[in-house]
C-alpha cells in the first residue's frame, strides 16, 4: 500500500519562502525598513542546500522558481494527487540562524503571517506550525500567546540543534504555554549551527551532516526526559520530525538501564523512560531508515512497543521516495492506516476543534 489512502494526515510537508521580498508585505513597518535599509539577503537553510539533491524531487524542482514556493505547486503535485485530507506546513527558513534576537523575533512574526495569509488562508486541508524565534523564550512564548487563537496552527516549530540542550529550564516556558494551548512540540531535523553537528567536531560532507541528525534527537529526547520536562507537563506531546526511527529502541534501551542505577540523581523521573516515550512522543515516518522487510520491520514494531508512536508524513518536496510510493510497502496496512489516522487525531489534538 505505497500510495497514501484518501483522506490521510501528512504530518510534514515544506512550504517554501520564495525569497525575503515575499515577506516584506507580512513584516512591520519597522522590521521591513531595517531590512530595505540593510539589505538583508534571503535566508536560505544551510539544513537543506538549494542544490542537493534530497532537497526535492527532481519531478517537484521547476526550473523559475523553488520547489514548493506557491499552493498551487503542493495542490497538484500531493494534496490533490494524493486526496490528502489535512497537511501540517513546517516553513524551514534560517531565522533561527540570526543572533540579533529582535530581528528574528519580528522575521519569525512575518514568518507565520506569511503563512497564515499565503498558505493556510488558500486551502481548507493545510494546517500551521508556529515558527518560534528560539533566540529569547520569552519572545518564543509571545509567539505562541500571539497566534493560539487561531486553530489552524495546531503545534509549535523548533529545530533539534541549537544553542543548549531543550530539556534545560530557561525552555519551559516555551513548554507551559504549548501545554496550556493544546500544541505538540514538533521538534525538525535542523541546526542553527552553533555547535558542530557531531560531539568531536565538524563533518566534511552533507551526507554526515544529514545523518548524524539523529544524535541530535537522541540527545534532545533524553535532555527532555532527565530534565523532567514530561514530569512538570504530562499533557505536553513531542513530535520528532524527519529524525528516522531506527535509534529509538537501543538508545531508550541504554537510557532505561542507566537511569535505573542512577534515578536517584533524576527522583523526578519516577517510571522508565520507554513509558514516558510512549506517552509523549511520536515520530513521523519519512524519512523512514527501518529494516526493508515486513518480517523484520514487524519485529522492528515490536522492539518500539507501540503502534501509536509513527506518524504519516510525505517530506514534501524533500527526496524521501519516488512516484507515489509515501508509504513503505513494509508497513502492514493496519498500521499504515494508524500512522495516516488514528496517530495523527490523537497527537494532534486541535485537528479535530478544525473538522468541517
Known sequence: MPKPLPGAIDCDVHPSVPGMKSLMPHLSDHWAEVIDQSGLPDLETWNYPPGAP?????????????????????????????????????????VQTLFNEDLAAGLCRGLNTWLAREWLDRDPRLRGSIVLPVQSVERSVDEI??????????????LVGGETP?????????????????????IHAGSSFRHPTTPVGWTSYYTEDYVNQSLAFQTQLASLICE?????????????????????????????????????????????????????????????????????????????????????????????????????????????????????????????????
Open 145 to 158: 500567546e500571539h497566534w493560539a487563537n487561531d486553530k489552524r496552527f495546531v503545534q509549535v516549530l523548533m
Open 228 to 356: 523532567g520536562v514530561f514530569s512538570k507537563y504530562p499533557d505536553l506531546r513531542v513530535v520528532l520530525i524527519e529524525s528516522g526511527v531506527s535509534w529509538l529502541p537501543a538508545h531508550i534501551w541504554h537510557l532505561d538501564k542507566f537511569w535505573k542505577g542512577l534515578r536517584m540523581e533524576v527522583p523526578w523521573v519516577d517510571r522508565p523512560p520507554f513509558e514516558i516515550v510512549r506517552d509523549h512522543v511520536r515520530l513521523t515516518a519519512q524519512p523512514l531508515d527501518g529494516p526493508a522487510t515486513p518480517v523484520a520491520f514487524g519485529q522492528f514494531m515490536e522492539q518500539m512497543g507501540s503502534d501509536k508512536l509513527l506518524l504519516f508524513a510525505s517530506d514534501y518536496p524533500h527526496w524521501q521516495f519516488d512516484g507515489d510510493d509515501a508509504v513503505p510497502d513494509v508497513i502492514s496496512p493496519t498500521l499504515a492506516r494508524k500512522m495516516q489516522f488514528d496517530n495523527p487525531r490523537e497527537t494532534y489534538r486541535r485537528l479535530e476543534e478544525t473538522k468541517s
Open 166 to 186: 531543550l530539556g534545560r529550564r530557561h525552555n519551559w516556558p516555551i513548554y507551559a504555554a504549548a501545554a496550556r494551548h493544546g500544541l505538540p512540540v514538533g
Open 54 to 94: 534530497l532537497t526535492a524531487r527532481s519531478d517537484w524542482r521547476p526550473q523559475a522558481r523553488k520547489p514548493a514556493a506557491n499552493v498551487e505547486a503542493m495542490r497538484v503535485e500531493t494534496l490533490d494527487r494524493w486526496g490528502t485530507g489535512i497537511a501540517i506546513c513546517n516553513a524551514l527558513y534560517g
